[in-house]
């Protein structure tokens, strides 16, 4: 069985209590790699670790356009090895590796488009309206970055955050989901391939109140960057108040994907099904709730229905897999309850509904696709997020009420609008309550389109050149060239 270390100031290292906790392969529902289980003070070691890298290395004397250069070799890496990062990714994860292969590979992206962004930090000489003085501003690093990861894309939602915070001159430790911490820890051993130096990145491995706590908690720690769910969120957001840290959260989703009569239905179905299904629903995006005009909405049950019959499931490592199996033991038996939960607010059952009993599925945490219909937006399968296999299809007479419907929720990550009219596409897109908007396409990200929800969604935005300004401060700076008084509160 694999065994995985610390990663602490450039070196591998047993956690302080010498202990290890399994991590399970979804698909055969077993033990594959032992991780080490750190604590408060391992994480107080990798902070100061942080710190000192960020005060006191050769990282606090580069230049903006050599840490740009550091980056660009940390996407070539990246892309060097990017399909064996993927297939840990599968190992740990589940999901499908034609989908995390897809994302290791783009990755370097962000590297690549942030290295060039570093040394395009610029501050301001500001025109005072004040004789006597020169004043501008700079910006700098707001210091040690807690970054915490999920476990449904952990190197793509890390990548997100460390390629800003590198950019922007931050120094960071990362404490990612203890239910796929490997492909993090892959990640990090590429650093070396790049001459990162150390303490810049450090990855202390555990459990949240033993590791993550303590890492929101630590007085070193300037900002918390956090992705996962809304209830987690919540917590760390009040937790890191405490500290009057800066906070990203980046949450949860119950994503209206909304087709109209006049949409290309071919697509829109295709859209609907991938949207839900192609990810296991295990995405903050996942289009959860399907909004259908009335005029085709049996049209377009039936072939959702019918398309997502079709759908191949077993080993996620094969090509041809369709559908993987959910991550966790306990995720799993949450979906199969919200399915219970379906049924008994009287929603019909359309598709799936149990276990995947396939022999291709061996004995692995999975669920069949299932689809509910008639469904009620003000029931608990159409509010709260299942983070699994499971749609939720609404009805809708018109473009009012379709509205209505996509925003009657307290959350508001991600939506979809299916239409030939342009004009309504803007419409819809001006009045719906998310993020983002996708029109007649869906999942579509870039490292270039800002990313992040409303509401109950989260606070801030990820990717584009608006980004690094979350892993920085301004500083202004007033030099008085000669004024009688120099007091800048007398006017002149």
Not at 151 to 168: D, E, I, R
Not at 302 to 321: C, I, N
Not at 451 to 462: D, I, M, N, Q
Request: proline content about 4%; glycine content about 10%.
């Amino acid at each position: 069985m694999q065994t995985y270390q610390l990663r602490i100031d450039g070196c591998w290292r047993d956690s302080s209590t010498g202990e290890f906790f399994d991590s399970f392969d979804p698909f055969t529902g077993k033990p594959w790699a032992s991780v080490a289980r750190g604590s408060a003070a391992d994480v107080d070691d990798a902070v100061h670790a942080a710190h000192d890298a960020l005060t006191d290395s050769a990282w606090s004397e580069m230049t903006a356009s050599a840490r740009g250069k550091l980056l660009h070799r940390l996407g070539d890496a990246i892309a060097a090895n990017s399909a064996e990062l993927a297939r840990t990714e599968v190992r740990d994860n589940g999901k499908l590796f034609a989908e995390m292969s897809a994302q290791t590979a783009y990755i370097p992206e962000w590297f690549y488009y942030y290295g060039g962004l570093a040394d395009k930090i610029e501050g301001s000489v500001v025109p005072l309206d004040k004789k006597g003085y020169f004043a501008y501003t700079t910006s700098a690093p707001v210091g040690v970055v807690g970054i915490i990861t999920p476990w449904n894309s952990p190197l793509l939602l890390l990548t997100w955050k460390l390629a800003a915070a590198l950019a922007a001159g931050c120094t960071v430790v990362i404490k990612p989901s203890e239910h796929t911490s490997a492909s993090t820890l892959e990640f990090v051993a590429l650093l070396e391939e790049a001459d990162l130096p150390a303490g810049v990145v450090n990855v202390v491995t555990g459990f949240g109140q033993e590791v993550g706590s303590p890492l929101v908690d630590h007085p070193l720690v300037r900002r918390v960057s956090f992705t996962g769910s809304d209830a987690t969120g919540s917590r760390i957001g009040a937790q890191a108040a405490g500290g009057i840290k800066h906070v990203g959260l980046e949450l949860g989703g119950k994503s209206p994907n909304i087709i109209f009569d006049d949409a290309d239905l071919d697509a829109a179905v295709n859209g609907a099904v991938s949207g839900i299904f192609a990810a296991t629903g295990q995405t903050c995006i996942a289009g959860s709730r399907l909004l259908v005009q009335s005029s085709v909405h049996d049209e377009v049950v039936r072939h959702v229905v019918e398309l997502s019959k079709t759908a191949r499931m077993g080993d996620p490592a094969d090509p041809d897999t369709q559908v993987g199996p959910v991550t966790t033991r306990d995720q799993y038996e949450k979906v199969l309850s919200y399915i219970e939960i379906a049924r008994s607010e009287g929603a019909q059952l359309s598709l799936g509904g149990s276990a995947a009993t396939r022999p291709e599925c061996g004995d692995g945490w999975f669920v069949e696709p299932t689809i509910f219909t008639g469904v009620d937006n003000s029931s608990r399968i159409a509010q709260e997020e299942v983070f699994g296999p499971v749609l939720s299809v609404i009805r809708f007479d018109d473009e009012a009420e379709a509205i209505a419907i996509a925003n009657d929720s307290r959350y508001g990550l991600g939506a979809g609008v299916w239409t030939s009219d342009m004009a309504r596409a803007f419409r819809m897109t001006a009045a719906i309550e998310s993020g983002t908007v996708w029109v007649n396409t869906y999942r579509a990200v870039s490292y270039m389109m800002p990313f992040g929800g409303v509401k109950e969604s989260g606070l801030g935005r990820e990717n584009g050149i608006s980004a690094v300004d979350d892993y920085l401060e301004t500083k202004s700076v007033w030099i008085n060239t000669g004024s009688p008084s120099g007091n800048p509160f007398v006017l002149k």
